[in-house]
């Protein structure tokens, strides 16, 4: 998608002069079509989360009311198999095709993030799972934070430190940057647990997923019969 300077200057919180002079220093990337400044927006979120500087995506933070629990997260109906793609970026686009979201979503704007995010460093991680967020995590208004689990058609390769390609990959949207970082934590206590990994790669039907998160997990730490 292309940007004109004004957009640019939204979205990373500063003037329209500011993103002028910048750019005429040569410190933002942009193309100068017949004397108009243009910028691609992949390429701005990319300079933006290499710099961890601050990207103001219109979205307020909302308040929140308590962080849910490893199990609230997982929903029969977004789990979602076969979903094609032979790259990161193919399957990144099917699986937002289908992600429920409400309708206010910027779909575009979550796959630009992600896709910016992962030219910098691998979110796959490790035993064929991958997990696309963000430094600056992706924020969305949504009644509950949203967790959608998508079974690839093909496992594709994304550098994970075990060199195992990616079957599974999860995304997760979140109401605040703190409570999506304390949800990725208990995902990770998931991610540790062998038989998890292997209903994943076996494509378990969600119930039998749920049911074995329920049992092992019911607060997202470790069970006293775990």
Do not use: C
């Not at 076996?202 to 997202?220: D, F, L, Q, S």
């Amino acid at each position: 998608m292309e940007l004109n300077a004004n957009e640019v200057a939204n979205l990373l919180g500063l003037s329209e002069r500011e993103v002028r002079e910048e750019t005429h220093a040569g410190k933002l990337p942009h193309l100068d079509v017949q004397g108009r400044l243009r910028f691609n927006r992949q390429a701005i979120l990319e300079w933006a989360l290499r710099r961890d500087h601050p990207l103001n995506l219109g979205i307020g933070q909302m308040e929140l009311d308590g962080l849910p629990s490893i199990t609230e997260l997982f929903v029969s109906d977004r789990f979602y198999y076969d979903v094609p793609g032979g790259t990161m970026a193919e399957v990144l686009q099917a699986a937002l095709k289908v992600f429920a979201l409400p309708p206010e979503a910027d779909k575009e704007l979550i796959y630009d993030l992600l896709i910016s995010r992962e030219k910098l460093m691998t979110t796959a991680v490790g035993d064929g799972l991958a997990i696309p967020h963000l430094r600056v995590p992706v924020v969305v208004n949504m009644p509950r934070p949203a967790l959608g689990v998508f079974f690839m058609r093909q496992p594709i390769s994304m550098g994970a430190l075990d060199g195992q390609p990616v079957h599974t990959l999860f995304l997760l949207l979140s109401h605040s940057p703190k409570q999506h970082l304390d949800l990725l934590a208990r995902l990770a206590f998931l991610f540790r647990k062998a038989e998890f990994v292997e209903l994943l790669r076996h494509r378990e039907k969600p119930t039998t997923i749920i049911e074995w998160i329920v049992h092992t997990a019911p607060n997202g730490k470790p069970s006293k019969t775990a």
